[in-house]
């Protein structure tokens, strides 16, 4: 039994990890200050004597007064409207000085310590399909930035912990995830839409809907997430972890509106500044290395998320 700390562990990509984690028989401590995360998403392991809640913000540092194996570091808005406007100087220190914390807690432990880092770090790529050896195209002084920025600076101190504290690191870049735990008022593509058309209000698509993203279902990215955490210690990472699938967003609102079926309309808003035009990972590395791909198809996904939803929102 490994016991394992997993920062942002009440939110959406967090808890499903927590529960994986404890499933295998690990004891686990969820650390998470509750701003984007819920203590009911972690609900089904509360009462397990291998699941331990603190109720922390990792902007300021933290002791625990057992052995930690490995760190999962999640703790981070991921949404844009719930990382940008009055929030951002927060994800910003989130990123930079959270890091920085769960880097010296790794240290203090010798523990593992994985980063949950973003395909954000391409910013509106250049290269497309991305590999992890683009080196991005981020706007420094754009909305997105706090959190591009955020995790491009922790991406640098972990490889600094790496090269000069001898911290053992892993990093991932996660793309566009969807799934069951997501909040319905998250703000993200696939739970607006799915809510907007469970709801019978209007599907908003921002901007033409032209734009593409590439959606990977949170069961597959858990598993490739485990992988890369278990893998040799000389691997480690940048990976791009996601599913190559790419769709437009308007297809995205057509095939969700489809499977909910009713009434409600297609409405266009005005594109938010930065929005990154096309988006898809390539995930050759984690499939040489982890012998992962995604299983799940967006079809298949997207069944199992409407059904999570249709249970969490009550209709009108
Ligand atoms: N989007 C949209 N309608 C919404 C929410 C998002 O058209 O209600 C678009 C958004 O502009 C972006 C894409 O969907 O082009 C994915 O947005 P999301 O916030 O899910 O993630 P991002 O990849 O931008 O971080």
Not at 103 to 114: F, N, S
Not at 285 to 304: H, I, N, R, S, Y
Request: with cysteine.
């Amino acid at each position: 039994m490994k016991i394992i700390l997993v920062t942002g562990g009440t939110g959406f990509l967090g808890s499903n990890l927590c529960i994986r984690l404890v499933n295998d028989g690990n004891r686990v401590i969820c650390v998470d200050n509750n701003y984007t995360g819920k203590n009911e998403n972690v609900a089904e392991i509360a009462n397990n004597s291998n699941f331990k809640f603190v109720y922390h913000d990792i902007i300021n540092t933290l002791e625990i007064d057992e052995p930690i194996d490995e760190i999962y570091n999640f703790a981070c808005p991921a949404s844009p409207p719930a990382y940008q406007g009055k929030h951002s100087i927060t994800t910003t220190k989130t990123c930079v000085l959270g890091s920085l914390n769960m880097l010296e807690l790794a240290k203090k432990h010798g523990a593992r310590v994985l980063q949950a880092s973003t395909s954000e770090v391409y910013g509106e790529p250049l290269e497309h399909p991305q590999r992890e050896v683009y080196r991005g195209n981020v706007n420094t002084i754009g909305i997105r930035a706090c959190y591009d920025e955020g995790k491009r600076c922790a991406e640098s101190l972990f490889f600094d912990y790496n090269r000069h504290e001898n911290v053992d690191i892993k990093v991932v870049r996660i793309f566009n995830t969807y799934g069951p735990k997501m909040n319905p008022d998250d703000g993200r593509v696939v739970s607006n839409f799915i809510v907007q058309a469970l709801m019978g209000d209007d599907i908003t698509i921002y901007g033409d809907g032209s734009q593409t993203r590439s959606f990977c279902y949170v069961d597959d990215l858990i598993e490739v997430i485990v992988r890369m955490m278990n893998s040799p210690v000389d691997f480690t990472g940048p990976v791009n972890i996601g599913n190559p699938g790419e769709f437009t967003v308007r297809e995205l609102a057509d095939k969700v509106l489809r499977k909910v079926g009713g009434s409600s309309k297609f409405v266009q808003r005005p594109l938010p500044s930065d929005d990154p035009t096309q988006r898809c990972p390539n995930i050759t590395l984690a499939k040489t290395v982890l012998g992962w791909e995604p299983q799940v198809t967006l079809e298949e996904g997207l069944d199992k998320t409407i059904e999570y939803f249709r249970k969490v929102v009550v209709k009108k």
